[in-house]
C-alpha cells in the first residue's frame, strides 16, 4: 500500500499478487477500492488466474484499465494481448496507444486518442513532431478502430462518425469514461513498468477513466439493531464509518488498514465496533508506504491509512461511531481448501507455535486454526 501525486490528485494505491495462493489479498483489497488496473504480459496475454482477478473486479463492480506490461521482452505482441482479454474476458478491449521500436527495443509509443507520438528519453515521454512513418499505417487503423469501436456504443459519437467529422478529443474522452464506469470497456495502455515507460500516460488515464470516491455509487450500511438499510454518502464532515480490510504485523506492532468511507479521523480518536460492542481507540494514524508508515494529523472520507492500537477489530470489522449502530458489508472469506496437522518438535516450543499461528489467523482470515481433540495437534 501507498500513496501517488499525480498532476495535483492523490491516487491510493494497493498492489496485490497476482498468484493463486493470494486470492484472499486480492477480494480484500477489491472490497475497498474505486477502481483498478489489470496487468497483462505482452507476451502470454490473459492467463487462467488474469481471468480469476477479473471476476472479482466484476463481482465489486469496479472500473478498470488493462495495462500490457513487459512490451520490451523478446516474443511481447500487445495486439494479441489485447486480443485475448477481449476473447477471453468476454468484454469490449480499446487499445489507447500503440508502441513504436527500433527493432526490438520499445522506444517510445502513439496515442492514439491525440495522433500523436511520444519518444522515450530513458527517464520520461517526449512528444514528437509527427508520427515515425514505420508505425503510422498502423497506428492510423488503430485509431479509426478505437473511434468505430466507441461510436458504436455511443449515439452522438456515432453522429460524428457518420457525418464524416473529426470527434473532439474530450468528448472522445467523455465517451471513454462512461464506458469504462458501467463495466463496458477496458481502456489498454502499454508500457515497460520495469523502466517506467508508459506509466505517465497510464496515470493520465487513472484519472481520466476511473471513478474518485466522490463518483462511486453510495456504498451501503445496515443498521445492527434493526438490519434497516442506510447510503454513505463520502462526506468527510459527516460521523465516521471505516472498514478494516487487512492486518498486518511490522516487527512487534500490529496495523490495522482502514477504508475511511465518511467522516474524518484524528489520533487519539474512540471509535466504535457494532461486532465487538467495544470502543476502539486510534492510539497512531499513519499513511503506509509499504513497509514504512507516515504519521499523519487527519485522515478523510475516501482515504487509505493504517491505524496502531486496535486490539479487538478483525477483518471485516465496521468501526464507527457508537450512536449511528451501523455496520457495512463484511468480507467474504472463502473457505480453506487444505488442511494441515502441525506439532512442536520439543514440547517447550508448543506455547510459542501456538502465540505464532493465533498472530497468523488474525492477519489471515483464510487461516483457520483448531486443536485435534484425539492427537492434540493443531489443524490448520
Known sequence: ATRVSWKDCDLNLI??????????EVERCMRVLDGAILVVDARVGVQAQSETVF??????????????????????????AVASVQERLDVLALPMQYPIYEGERMVGLVDLLQGMAWAWNGRKLMPLEQIPAHVLDEAMVLRSELIDGLAEHDDSLLAVVLDGREPDLGELRAVIRRLCFAGEL????????LTGLGVEPLLDGVLGYLPSPADRPTVQASDVRTGEAHRVDADPLGSPLALAFKLQRFGAEERTFLRLYRGTLVPGQVLWNPRTQR???????????ADHGEQLDFAQAGDIVAVNGLEGTATGDTLGVREDFLALEALEVPEPVMTMMLEPQDQADREPLGQA???LAREDPSLRVGVSEDTGQWRV
Open 279 to 289: 470502543e476502539e481507540v486510534l492510539s497512531g494514524l499513519l499513511r503506509q508506504h
Open 55 to 80: 471476476r472479482q473486479m466484476r463481482s465489486y463492480k469496479l472500473p478498470a484499465l488493462v495495462f500490457v506490461n513487459k512490451c520490451d521482452r523478446v516474443g511481447a505482441d500487445m495486439l494479441q
Open 357 to 359: 499461528l493465533e498472530l
Open 15 to 24: 498492489d496485490t499478487p497476482g498468484h493463486v495462493d493470494f486470492t484472499v
Open 186 to 193: 477496458l481502456p489498454v495502455f502499454c508500457g515497460v513498468a
